[in-house]
């Protein structure tokens, strides 16, 4: 069974710059998550999509942070502008459901605002 | 305020000894709780789920405990081995939440050959 996929694994930007990353769950998957990394701290949920609907974004950015899933698959998540304090590890995860929630984590995207 | 605790020093224990990871938390009350192992580099990877209403559960070298009334999980590797050098995170999810997993910072484990 393939895990989940993230692309880029790293990129660079200046602030005010504008970035995207994409995740592919692990197929049949129906709850999708964004998490962000600081060095040194635990994974902090952004957004989880139950299919493609948005079951919690409390702690995402609106002002600068979006996130989409695509026919209840793929997703993306932008930024837009970035600042520096963005940089961290963008973490995609996925579960059967959300009752079912042992999540399965991509590598993760490390993103460095300079 | 609502805290997950997790040591932030790093255990350093021998080979074959037992490691024990202590989580925390405060102001929440956990329908379950869930610990992952993270390599540097890596994402989360799954170990263990515990509910509210169980007391201990077991995956081959792994234990964890879960106290609700000192508000407390214990997490404990059997017969350590340098592969299990990783860090480890504790989990919960909140009752009436959207089942949101909320992470504590990790504790760091070395286990000296």
């Known amino acids: 069974e393939a895990g989940v996929a993230q692309s880029p694994r790293y990129k660079i930007i200046e602030k005010r710059q504008s970035v995207a990353f994409w995740c592919n769950p692990i197929?049949?998957?129906?709850?999708l998550y964004w998490y962000q990394q600081i060095l040194g701290q635990g994974p902090k949920l952004l957004i989880q999509f139950q299919n493609n609907g948005v079951v919690d974004d409390s702690q995402l950015p609106k002002d600068r942070f979006s996130a989409e899933r695509l026919k209840g698959v793929d997703s993306t998540l932008k930024i837009q502008p970035a600042k520096l304090e963005d940089s961290a590890v963008y973490l995609c995860?996925?579960?059967?459901?959300?009752?079912?929630?042992?999540?399965?984590f991509g590598p993760g995207t490390r993103l460095t605002v300079l | 305020s609502q805290k997950i605790e997790q040591n932030s020093e790093a255990l350093n224990i021998q080979e074959g000894k037992t490691a024990t990871l202590t989580c925390n938390y405060t102001?929440?009350?956990?329908?379950?709780l869930q610990w992952y192992r993270q390599d540097p580099g890596r994402g989360p990877v799954f170990l263990l789920l515990i509910r509210e209403n169980e007391k201990e559960k077991r995956k081959e070298r792994l234990k964890v405990t879960f106290d609700t009334t000192l508000k407390q999980s214990l997490f404990h590797i059997t017969a350590s081995q340098p592969a299990d050098s990783a860090t480890y995170l504790c989990?919960?999810?909140?009752?009436?939440?959207?089942?949101?997993?909320?992470f504590g910072s990790g504790t760091r484990l070395l286990v000296r050959p």
């Open positions: 995860a996925s579960s059967l459901g959300l009752e079912r929630n042992e999540q399965f």
């Open positions: 989990a919960l999810v909140p009752k009436d939440s959207s089942y949101k997993l909320i």
């Open positions: 102001n929440y009350s956990p329908a379950y």
């Open positions: 197929s049949g998957h129906a709850t």
